[in-house]
């Protein structure tokens, strides 16, 4: 080779690195080398391939998906090609061999790779399959051997599916085919038998938790497993690694009554994936064997216990308990207990959202952020995030909100906790925002994408995702996927305890659920248990409030409506939770237009309006323009306006289908007074007493909303005129007010209709 002549070339094709003097040729940019890497099919080679050997349609997804998982080794694909005789055959086939799990692959692997090895390499192998990486090290100590880099390299150079993560060659992995049929192999051959344990304490030892916990599970070593959560128990649950901690606790059993400081990183494993309805058991069973046993409990059990149960009480409901726990906490504990002072900081944040006072618990959550990215908390610091989001959203701070939203799901990306209960907090947040803007669409897709994530977790985190989809199933009347939904609602509720926050927002979908199929006995059973919160200080008290509003509303019990809603937008204001009071505004125009009160649902009205400009509701008015029809068109009437509310108000009736310019329907025409009339339950005095054609078109307009100068306006007379029909009409009929007159108009409209 050193002597050829120039004219010359020599072409080498080995699975092994051929035993010659190419150095210097590689010095000299004389040697041309492809590895199998280069070797390896890309996305469109592997299209390519399979369009000249196949003439079925192939899914691209499960193509692409196979190409991956044998990293375009081109003769696992030629395998699937030969045994795919059509498209259902290519799935099964491209899941097999991407698995690789599949008898002519093992056959293939074994007779050109594994068999040509000699059987201290074969050995070598099988030892360190279960291994996702190795270095010389590893080797040396699992096969009892001195030179472990040597064997590594030569296993590289004889083609044995195995490459160096680097050009320093310290770390060597498997293609993950070969690695799935070097375990496949490993159950076939006698005398080989994985020591987990061992191999676990080796990556112990190398600092490399997340390679070591596979092992210790598999190895079900309880004395493994207690000594890797004492170690790096906390490390992992930090990092998001729930399931597994799950699964240390259920090897060790009950020797972790004899480690407190295992109990405890159990009780955050539990709060991480908020279920409080375990932890208070656990806690109370812990601190029984503690006392029986007359265990002594380390300064940081004792400083972590109380913070604990300050988190039990915050999620039962206990503000004030929760608070003064909290604070207790940060006075008397040890200035080294970092984790205790950010979970403290957090329920104290937590505490003061829901007391109302929204600029303290910002500051509270502030604080949690910059003290848990000190400590590599992840957790509490994207928790921090999304409360900051609830806040400013109730501030209806929405850009800011939609950042710290932003933020959190980021940082969940960045740690890669996607499978953390934590994940659906945010999820639900975008979710509502979509349905209140009216993207059904995304918001059911973030629904389902939330589903995904909590329902792992057992069945009680379904709820609020359940009520989400049954909002939006009701906004699109969609009864046959509204009702299962309400269903599952109505189980969960009876089964299990729940946030205030979820059980209100529950509330509210079933009652609009009842007022769509006019069950008014369910909403008054429901009535008689509702909860009644003593303030509405927060968005959820302030929910529950107005679930009883709408339940009284579809009752006819106006004046408690009216009352509570006062109630509700004081509290509102005075926490200045600004969405809060729009939507109780709204609220209250449709309690006034129900009681006839039209100028004050005009002034209610025009305030919901103006806050809108900053809160951003809209779907809130869309929802009652029903019943706000007429105050609608009296504002839209209005030059007084500002001219961004009347930009508002346009925006507003378009959403909802209103014309101003369509003129109202007047329920007293010559045809509908003669049914009045002639109709054996109409009230004497009307029968006896004759309103003329046009008195009975003012009283229709009047019913119908309109104001004295449109009356006047359409019909073309003076105002005078109008004013002097409407006294006629109170005079012959015996009406003192107007109000008078729209409950008398009421009841002959009733009568129109049977």
């Known amino acids: 080779m050193k002597n050829m002549p120039n ?18 040729l590689r010095l000299k940019q004389q040697l041309f080398e492809i590895s199998e890497a280069e070797l390896a099919f890309t996305d469109l080679e592997t299209d390519s391939f399979f369009a000249l050997c196949t003439d079925f349609y192939r899914d691209p997804e499960k193509q692409q998906a196979l190409r991956k998982s044998v990293d375009g080794w ?22 097999q061999i991407g698995k690789s799990n599949h ?8 007779e050109e790779v594994f068999s040509l090895l000699n059987p201290k390499l074969q050995t070598l192998l099988l030892t360190i399959a279960p291994l996702n990486k190795v270095d010389a090290d590893i080797v040396n100590s699992l096969c009892q051997i001195d030179n472990g880099q040597e064997q590594l390299e030569r296993l590289q150079e004889q083609g044995a599916f195995i490459v160096a993560n680097n050009n320093q060659k310290e770390w060597f992995t498997f293609h993950s085919f070969f690695k799935t049929f070097l375990l496949h192999k490993c159950k076939n051959t006698p005398g080989i038998k994985s020591d987990h344990t061992k191999i676990a304490r080796l990556w112990l030892s190398k600092q490399n938790i997340e390679e070591a ?22 490390q992992l649950l930090d990092d998001g690694h729930l399931s597994s901690l799950d699964e240390c606790f259920d090897i060790i059993k009950d020797a972790i009554w004899e480690y407190p400081e295992l109990v405890l990183l159990e009780l955050w ?76 900081q ?23 952020k910059m003290l848990a990215n000190g400590q590599h908390m992840h957790q509490s610091v994207i928790w921090a995030f999304y409360q900051q989001g609830e806040i400013l959203h109730a501030q209806s701070n929405h850009v800011e909100a939609e950042r710290h939203i932003d933020a959190a799901i980021s940082l969940i990306n960045k740690y890669h906790l996607q499978k953390l209960p934590l994940y659906a907090f945010p999820l639900h947040f975008k979710a509502q925002k979509a349905y209140q803007e009216g993207d059904f669409e995304l918001a059911e897709h973030l629904c389902k994408s939330a589903l995904k994530v909590v329902s792992p977790y057992g069945e009680q985190w379904r709820l609020y ?49 009842w007022r769509t199929c006019n069950d008014i006995t369910a909403i008054e059973r429901w009535l008689e248990n509702a909860p009644i919160p003593e303030h509405a200080r927060n968005h959820f008290d302030q929910c529950h409030n107005r679930n009883r509003i709408r339940a009284y509303i579809q009752l006819g019990d106006l004046d408690k409506a009216e009352t509570l809603l006062e109630s509700n937008i004081a509290d509102a204001q005075a926490c200045e939770l600004l969405q809060e009071v729009n939507r109780n505004l709204i609220l209250l125009t449709t309690v006034d237009c129900r009681l006839k009160k039209l100028e004050s649902a005009k002034k209610h009205l025009l305030q919901a309006l103006e806050l809108s400009l900053l809160t951003g509701l809209t779907t809130c008015f869309v929802r009652e323009s029903g019943n ?71 009283l229709g307009m009047m019913y119908a909303g309109y104001r004295n100068h449109q009356i006047a306006k359409m019909m073309g007379v003076a105002p005078t005129t109008i004013k002097s029909h409407i006294r006629n009409v109170y005079q012959k009929l015996g009406l003192g007010d107007r109000n008078e007159a729209m409950v008398l108009s009421e009841e002959l409209v009733t009568l129109i209709d049977e």
């Open 346 to 368: 957090a329920i104290m944040g937590e505490a003061y959202h829901c007391l109302g006072n929204l600029p303290l618990a910002y500051q509270y959550f502030q604080e949690v």
């Open 7 to 24: 004219t010359w070339q020599m072409v080498i094709a080995s699975r092994t690195h051929p035993n010659l003097p190419v150095s210097n």
């Open 213 to 234: 916990l596979p092992h210790a599970l598999k190895s079900q070593d309880q004395q493994l497993i207690i000594d890797l959560l004492k170690g790096a128990g906390w």
């Open 628 to 698: 706000l029809k007429s105050v609608y068109l009296e504002l839209a009437d209005d030059d007084s306006l500002l001219h961004s509310v009347k930009e508002r108000l346009a925006y507003l009736l378009s959403l909802s289908g209103i014309n101003v310019n369509e003129p109202q329907k007047i329920p007293f025409t010559p045809e509908s007074v003669k049914k009045i009339q002639a109709h054996p339950r109409v009230p004497m005095l009307v029968k006896n007493i004759q309103l003329t054609p046009r008195e009975w078109e003012v």
């Open 74 to 95: 081109p003769a696992a694909l030629q395998l699937v090609s030969i045994l795919s005789k059509d498209s259902d055959t290519f799935n099964e086939c491209a899941e």
């Open 465 to 513: 995702t359940y009520t989400l989809q049954a909002k939006i199933a009701l906004e699109k009347k969609d009864s046959d996927q509204t009702a299962p939904l309400i269903e599952e609602i109505e189980r969960l509720i009876r089964k299990q305890h729940f946030h205030s926050d979820w059980i209100a927002s529950a509330n509210y979908v079933r009652i609009k659920y």
């Open 103 to 110: 008898a002519y692959l093992w056959d293939y692997l074994d």
């Open 269 to 344: 494993m539990l709060r991480s994936r908020h279920q409080g309805y375990k932890v208070e058991p656990l806690i109370k069973k812990a601190e029984a064997i503690f006392a029986e046993k007359n265990i002594s409990l380390s300064e940081q059990v004792k400083n972590e216990l109380p913070v604990i149960h300050a988190q039990i009480a915050i999620n039962h409901g206990k503000i004030e308990d929760a608070l003064s726990q909290a604070q207790k906490t940060l006075l008397t504990m040890e200035t080294n207990s970092i984790r205790v002072n950010i979970v403290a």
